[in-house]
């Protein structure tokens, strides 16, 4: 039975829908709740799946391409091009110094030059899988240390090629190495030499042709079906199309699709494409975790704790540190490099393809690589505990070092606002108050962010603005009025209530994502509630009824009637709303909506400007002349 | 007891000595509001439905603000627009004002005498307010003669605490319903019936 394809989805799914909840809620992030789900179904533990993992493995390495061409979607062009000295400069040097470091370890240890040259190349390779999740999980994508993370790992799979192309010429010249060489063999290697090349950029050609001329009509043509599914088949088609291509020619197939995912950036079936793509992406990457977990050899550990975890803790400090050294050389703070330190100094998977791949070409020995493999694992799954670790201790008291440093500055603000988030939102509401020469204090958490702000003459400081001892260095017990800009909901809510406790003279002002989140900062007890999008919304409503001939004031005076009937229905919903948790989301928002239309029609303080209307006047007049 | 509702606009307060004043010295009176409309509809978005329950609560309304081109600034325009409802302020079946009292406390540059036949303005203020004059009558309210601050620019401090508290005693009066409004009708100013307040035992 448990060779059924059945039986193993449902182990599979299961783990992932039991291991996952329970991460997140713990605070540990999915990326360790699918590679702990792993280790429970694995060998180790409960026994559902054996060896068979590793091939799923590879299988479910397809999550990393399909991440990488998402990935590419969401960059365009132009803001590749602005990278490309962070992705040369940070890449080329954390791959080169970290191969010259392990290789010259690994020679200390009495390794053969070759094979440890070999080994230096592949534990530089960092999991684009682990580290792209967890920053986004983390909302870590768009700093510095997220921008920087990517850089080097888009590095590091470009590098990946001519890595394969080295190996086989430091092979030990043994007669086994040249049979698996030639077992090996990608079908470009049967081209003649001069080919090569020409093959390798002309399938780089075929897909920016493709992705820019082709593709476009073909998505028009599959749009027009009005068949969902079809496109969906259309968006696979072309990811697993872009990756055997690179596979025939022998570069890497998460490359291509990224490469794909860039030319398609700017097209107009970019979310379309984003929104098909990826809950495959996430069940696939949610599987390669699994798979992950499930492969880690605790026997092999068990034998040899000692070198194992030796070799572990020694790899990660090492790569660890060069990482630092580098994110020092390009002037990242630090706490923007102990994330990126952190994030990327484990070993990647590209190293189970190479180990297996050195394997076969007798680059390195099998006892080697298999040691190698499950300290690779390790390293993959101690990466989200050390990411956590890096954040609950070391960054937190990074803050306390920063505080005390500007402590005496912020004291002789005692400015009358303080504004807490300086993205979008926060630095309109800063700068509206500035033009107005009101004095505010800006508390932002991304560092690299602050430093800029404050180039630019901005009263801003670094700090997670939920620390109420923070929050009294800032100038709370003397202000007025905190803005509470910051974009993540969860962290809006402590925010919220530290204030509430610490600060009660405080007047919050506080921004909401939507409906549900301004019903959680009502019951917090919030007066000043603000819906991000209610008045955008509001004014494209008025644009677009002024462009179908309504007069722009009557438009503009039926926005704000509305803006004040939906706050008040807000008003009233809120008491009467559902509080049962366990109704499922979906179902409460159809609800909800319900509740809000059948109010927008039955409501009576949606009349209009009747001392306006000359309605009531006229009916009078006439029936007068009747009588 | 009258209760009065002041209807105050000035569209910029912090720059108006005058209005200062006057809103100054008739805070905390007993059954006295102040509504003060630009602070409370910024937008210019009028809660009708709270305007008209304030109307109904008091028997004496005041609309107090600067004379801007011999008239009041746009929100009371909007104000009377909008809250005034046929069949609700006028109209056949328009009667929720019946009764009650209304006029202007209004500042202008001009003095008294520019308001003059020979005068730059040409006409008396009296004149120019008969909008609001004519308006009260449609609601059936009864309309008082105004209580005019003149020569604004040229006032020293005294005077306008002596402006204060002239405002003060003629709301207190009001309040209190010491006042015969058969004297008051024929007069041109309120201000001329304040001096012979003074002399009343309070």
Redesign the interface.
């Given at each position: 039975m448990q060779e059924s394809f059945f039986f193993q989805a449902m182990v599979y799914l299961a783990a992932a829908v039991i291991m996952v909840p329970v991460a997140k809620r713990l605070g540990l992030g999915s990326v360790l709740g699918y590679l702990l789900a792993g280790v429970l179904i694995g060998p180790a533990c409960l026994k559902f799946i054996g060896q068979e993992g590793t091939d799923i493995m590879h299988f479910a390495e397809f999550g990393v391409v399909m991440m990488l061409f998402v990935i590419g979607l969401e960059l365009e062009p132009s803001r590749l091009w602005r990278l490309r000295k962070t992705i040369l400069g940070m890449g080329g040097m954390q791959i080169g110094i970290t191969t010259v470091v392990v290789a010259g370890l690994a020679l200390l240890f009495g390794i053969d030059w070759k094979q440890a040259l070999v080994l230096g190349m592949i534990i530089s390779m960092s999991s684009t899988a682990i580290v792209l999740q967890s920053l986004n999980e983390k909302g870590l994508m768009q700093t510095a240390a997220g921008q920087s993370s990517f850089a080097v790992l888009l590095f590091q799979d470009i590098a990946v090629i001519p890595m394969l192309a080295l190996f086989p010429l430091l092979a030990s010249a043994t007669p086994v190495s040249q049979a698996g060489a030639h077992a090996s063999v990608t079908p470009i290697e049967s081209l003649p030499v001069w080919l090569q090349p020409i093959a390798v950029l002309g399938s780089v050609a075929a897909i920016i042709l493709t992705g820019r001329y082709l593709t476009p009509h073909l998505f028009r043509i599959v749009a027009k079906t009005n068949m969902r599914e079809l496109f969906t088949a259309t968006a696979l088609l072309l990811v697993v199309g872009i990756a055997v291509l690179m596979t025939t020619v022998g570069l890497s197939p998460a490359l291509g699709t990224f490469l794909g995912g860039v030319v398609l950036a700017n097209s107009e079936y970019r979310h379309e494409l984003e929104s098909d793509i990826d809950p495959f992406k996430g069940l696939l990457l949610g599987l390669f975790f699994m798979a992950v977990g499930a492969s880690i050899d605790f026997q092999l550990i068990l034998a040899n704790p000692a070198l194992i975890f030796g070799l572990v803790l020694g790899l990660m400090a090492c790569k660890l540190i060069v990482l630092l050294i580098i994110g020092k050389t390009f002037k990242l703070s630090t706490d923007q490099n102990l994330i990126f330190g952190f994030g990327l100094c484990q070993i990647g998977e590209f190293a189970f393809v190479l180990f297996s791949f050195t394997a076969q070409e007798g680059v390195l020995d099998k006892q080697l690589t298999d040691v190698m493999t499950a300290v690779v694992a390790i390293t993959m799954a101690l990466t989200p505990l050390a990411m956590l670790l890096n954040e609950k201790l070391l960054l937190t008291r990074l803050g306390v070092v920063n505080k005390d440093e500007r402590e005496s500055d912020i004291v002789a603000e005692e400015n009358p606002v303080i504004i807490a988030g300086y993205g979008h939102f926060g630095n309109t509401v800063g700068r509206f108050l500035q033009a107005n020469n009101v004095g505010t204090t800006v508390l932002d958490v991304d560092s690299d962010n602050v430093d800029w702000l404050r180039r630019m003459g901005f009263n801003v400081y670094y700090g997670d603005a939920s620390r109420h001892d923070l929050l009294e260095i800032a100038g709370a017990g003397k202000a007025k009025i905190i803005v509470i800009a910051i974009s993540d909901e969860q962290k809006r809510l402590e925010l919220v209530e530290t204030v509430k406790k610490h600060f009660p003279d405080l007047h919050i002002l506080v921004r909401s994502t939507n409906r549900y989140d301004a019903y959680d900062l009502m019951n917090a007890g919030m007066l000043h509630i603000y819906r991000e999008t209610l008045d955008t919304s509001l004014r494209v409503g008025v644009d677009a009824l002024t462009l179908l001939g309504y007069r722009a004031h009557e438009a503009t005076r039926a926005a704000k009637t509305f803006f004040v009937h939906d706050e008040r229905t807000l008003k009233r919903l809120s008491a009467i709303r559902n509080e049962d948790e366990y109704v499922s989301a979906a179902r409460e928002t159809m609800e909800e909506l319900e509740r809000v239309i059948q109010a927008d029609r039955s409501s009576p303080d949606l009349r209009i400007d009747e001392g306006w209307d000359e309605n009531s006047l006229i009916q009078d007049a006439q029936s007068a002349t009747r009588t | 007891m009258a209760k009065v509702l002041i209807q105050f606009a000035h569209p910029i307060l912090s720059k108006s000595r005058v209005h200062k004043a006057l809103i100054q010295s008739c805070a905390n009176l007993n059954d006295v509001t102040i509504n003060d409309l630009y602070e409370r509809y910024p937008?210019m978005?009028i809660d009708?439905d709270r305007e008209q329950a304030l109307l109904r609560a008091h028997d004496i309304i005041v609309f107090q603000h600067p004379f801007y081109w011999y008239s009041s600034p746009a929100i009371i325009k909007q104000w009377f627009?909008?809250?005034?409802?046929?069949?609700w302020a006028y109209?056949?079946k328009g009667n929720a004002l019946v009764g009650k009292k209304m006029f202007n406390v209004i500042s202008c540059g001009g003095s008294r005498e520019a308001y003059g036949p020979t005068g730059t303005n040409r006409y008396p203020i009296n004149q120019f307010l008969l909008p609001f004059e004519q308006t009260a009558r449609l609601c059936k309210m009864t309309y008082l003669p105004p209580f005019v601050i003149h020569a604004t620019h040229r006032l020293t401090p005294d005077q306008l605490i002596d402006y204060g508290t002239q405002f003060r005693t003629l709301l207190a009066a009001l309040a209190a319903e010491r006042i015969d409004f058969q004297h008051v009708e024929p007069l041109d100013y309120m201000n001329d019936l304040v001096a012979s307040l003074a002399n009343q035992p309070v």
């Open positions: - | 937008d978005y009708v627009d909008l809250v005034l409802e046929h069949n109209g056949s």
